[in-house]
């Protein structure tokens, strides 16, 4: 279990079909993850990037790799760069990676679903995943808790920890006409100490539009239920308990375990089932260290930075989509291990780095050693990664140099900031 290929299929077994997948390839191990999957199972993967040296390049489960403009700087160049690889007679599908990709493909539908079978939403869904007010309005109407949650400029109890979110977690004139053009902004989230007001005229100006104000939930556990739908039907899911994030208070997750806990799978589905979901979705709660609700933090209409894990827990929801877009979701068994765990080391320094850099209204850093014990203890009794893996080790030495790059100039994390 060294490298954490658990439940991995015999290498390039014969899928029946010579159609092929398109994996937008990031600076991160899910996309890594989604060619290793579909690679080993004998299915043509087709990697695009805009970045100079992803880690996916250079694994040995990429059969193709394909430059694209970058969508931060020429969004219609990408869509257009995707369109042409959808309409050759090789491609079945396209997963989508980051929010651009689903805003992307979900704007696009009907473009895109002349030649492959889309298996995201449409927009006026995805809207209702990337405009968090929207959101929580859906869970309230299906009786999914959440904490506080009001426009800044109506929230008036700041005598209490209060957390401060853009509204949209995707910037586009579809959902708000002060937008010009579609972007994604990195999570900008501020912590509001208690007893004290912001400035609430310079955030709405910073962000762009009026933000949400969310009651803090005090020293929470971070949960996650992520699923595959096929049109209002979920026909995989999948739970993790986030151990650790990149940052000590939180943040994705660098350690994580998998659980089934009735509870959170029944909020996480109440929720998908009433937004009507079709595709791929990571739903994040906290769970109250008092009550022990779960209540709703986000919903991510895409796959998920902790992927290679769901795939080494036993749900490959790479293939899984794969198989949905080849209409065979019967195929599709969706059974997983309880109890195992996994790190990204690169995570696991961030986390570090965050105890030594990092400050937070009403929160204590845990022990620096403390940290490096629990997290070399860790590593010890579950060795999974999510890039290290013996019989592609490519991806990971890529990382590791982009990675020492980005030391030299500060820590940049693009898998956060590019999302």
């Known amino acids: 279990m060294g490298t954490?290929?658990?439940?991995?299929?015999?290498?390039?077994?014969?899928?029946?079909?010579?159609?092929?997948?398109?994996?937008?390839?990031?600076?991160?191990?899910?996309?890594?993850?989604?060619?290793?999957?579909?690679?080993?199972?004998?299915?043509?993967?087709?990697?695009?990037?805009?970045?100079?040296?992803?880690?996916?390049?250079?694994?040995?489960?990429?059969?193709?790799?394909?430059?694209?403009?970058?969508?931060?700087?020429?969004?219609?160049?990408?869509?257009?760069?995707?369109?042409?690889?959808a309409a050759r007679d090789d491609v079945a599908a396209i997963l989508p990676m980051r929010e651009v990709d689903v805003y992307v493909l979900a704007r696009d539908r009907e473009?895109?679903?002349?030649?492959?079978?889309?298996?995201?939403?449409?927009?006026a869904r995805l809207q209702g995943a990337q405009d968090r007010q929207r959101l929580f309005a859906a869970a309230d109407r299906a009786g999914v808790a959440a904490p506080e949650t009001r426009p800044l400029d109506?929230?008036?109890?700041?005598?209490?920890?209060?957390?401060v979110k853009p509204r949209y977690t995707f910037h586009a004139p579809e959902y708000d006409d002060r937008f010009e053009t579609a972007s994604f902004h990195h999570n900008s989230t501020q912590y509001v100490e208690r007893g004290t007001e912001p400035n609430v005229d310079g955030l709405i100006e910073r962000m762009g539009h009026v933000p949400l104000a969310q009651a803090c939930v005090p020293d929470s556990d971070e949960y996650a239920l992520f699923a595959l739908y096929d049109h209002g039907d979920a026909v995989a899911t999948f739970q993790h308990r986030q151990r650790r994030g990149y940052k000590f208070v939180g943040g994705p997750s660098s350690f994580r375990e998998s659980i089934d806990d009735p509870a959170l799978g029944a909020a996480g589905t109440r929720l998908l089932d009433e937004l009507d979901w079709h595709g791929l979705a990571m739903v994040e709660f906290l769970q109250h260290p008092e009550t022990g609700e779960y209540q709703l933090m986000e919903v991510n209409p895409r796959l998920w930075t902790s992927l290679p894990f769901t795939v080494q827990a036993g749900v490959d929801m790479p293939y899984y989509t794969w198989l949905l877009a080849q209409g065979r979701q019967d195929e599709i068994d969706g059974g997983y291990d309880v109890g195992v765990a996994g790190h990204l080391l690169?995570?696991?320094?961030?986390?570090?780095?965050?105890?030594?850099?990092?400050?937070?209204?009403?929160?204590?850093?845990?022990?620096?050693?403390?940290?490096?014990?629990?997290?070399?203890?860790s590593i010890l009794r579950h060795p999974r990664f999510d890039y290290l893996s013996l019989d592609d080790p490519r991806p990971f030495l890529r990382d590791f140099r982009n990675v020492f790059g980005q030391l030299l100039t500060g820590w940049d994390t693009p898998e956060i900031r590019r999302q």
């Open 154 to 163: 109506e929230w008036d109890d700041w005598d209490r920890e209060t957390i």
């Open 111 to 123: 473009r895109f679903a002349d030649h492959v079978t889309p298996t995201w939403p449409d927009l």
């Open 346 to 377: 690169r995570g696991e320094l961030l986390y570090l780095h965050s105890i030594l850099t990092e400050e937070y209204p009403d929160q204590t850093p845990p022990s620096l050693a403390g940290s490096a014990i629990d997290i070399g203890t």
């Open 4 to 85: 954490g290929d658990h439940g991995t299929p015999p290498t390039r077994e014969p899928q029946g079909s010579d159609e092929g997948v398109v994996v937008p390839a990031l600076d991160a191990a899910s996309s890594v993850g989604c060619l290793r999957s579909l690679g080993r199972r004998g299915i043509r993967t087709i990697a695009v990037s805009e970045l100079d040296n992803p880690p996916g390049f250079a694994s040995k489960y990429t059969d193709e790799t394909v430059r694209v403009p970058d969508p931060h700087v020429d969004l219609s160049g990408y869509a257009n760069g995707l369109a042409r690889l």
